[in-house]
T-cell receptor, first 114, second 112 residues
């Protein structure tokens, strides 16, 4: 079965620096990969989607890369702010018979210190 | 439309009782998903509807769990004979086709 691994240790960085979060997966490649933000006690909020034929996607201070050879996605937040502190979830949607069902990693908690 | 709505936000129940949660998706979304999330973990897929048809169920969904989506609008998730292991956040999400999923705020269930 598909497994997704995110760094379970919290990532602590200084305000203004770039945060880089990693998502690794095993087995077959997904049709697309998504990143979500989750604040305590709230549902996940969609951030970015990248398809298997795309290498990189950007949205404002966010950048996602997708390397199907390494089976890895990197999520970058540039010029990080304390308001970026949250848990970030990587999610995969599988290919054939794609229902839109997502398989999530366990999330990485980011703490941005002023 | 203000997004996906879930009710109640919190539910405390005694072991053995039945509980029912409701999800109102974004109105034009044809796909609806239920996930369960425990502390420190990512959401786990439970079941999926396309319109009113329940097309996939996870093996996590035991016989005590049932979900419906009558008329392809709102959905309910019922847990019968609750157990302490059912304590979790139950999340509903909807989408238009595949792609970005919009999540509700979840229902936090505590079984005592």
């Amino acid at each position: 079965s598909q497994k997704i691994e995110q760094n379970s240790e919290a990532l602590n960085i200084q305000e203004g620096k770039t945060a880089t979060l990693t998502c690794n997966y095993t087995n077959y490649s997904p049709a697309y990969l998504q990143w979500y933000r989750q604040d305590p006690g709230r549902g996940p909020v969609f951030l970015l989607l990248i398809r298997e034929n795309e290498k990189e996607k950007r949205k404002e201070r966010l950048k996602v890369t997708f390397d199907t050879t390494l089976k890895q996605s990197l999520f970058h937040i540039t010029a990080s702010q304390p308001a970026d502190s949250a848990t970030y979830l990587c999610a995969l949607a599988m290919g054939s018979g794609n229902t839109g069902k997502l398989i999530f990693g366990q999330g990485t908690t980011l703490q941005v210190k002023p | 439309d203000t997004g996906v709505s879930q009710n109640p936000r919190h539910k405390i129940t005694k072991r053995g009782q039945n509980v029912t949660f409701r999800c109102d998706p974004i109105s034009e979304h044809n796909r609806l998903y239920w996930y369960r999330q425990t502390l420190g973990q990512g959401p786990e897929f439970l079941t999926y509807f396309q319109n009113e048809a329940q097309l996939e169920k996870s093996r996590l969904l035991s016989d005590r769990f049932s979900a419906e989506r009558p008329k392809g609008s709102f959905s309910t998730l019922e847990i019968q004979r609750t157990e302490q292991g059912d304590s979790a956040m139950y999340l509903c999400a909807s989408s238009l086709g595949t792609g970005e999923a919009f999540f509700g705020q979840g229902t936090r269930l505590t079984v005592v």
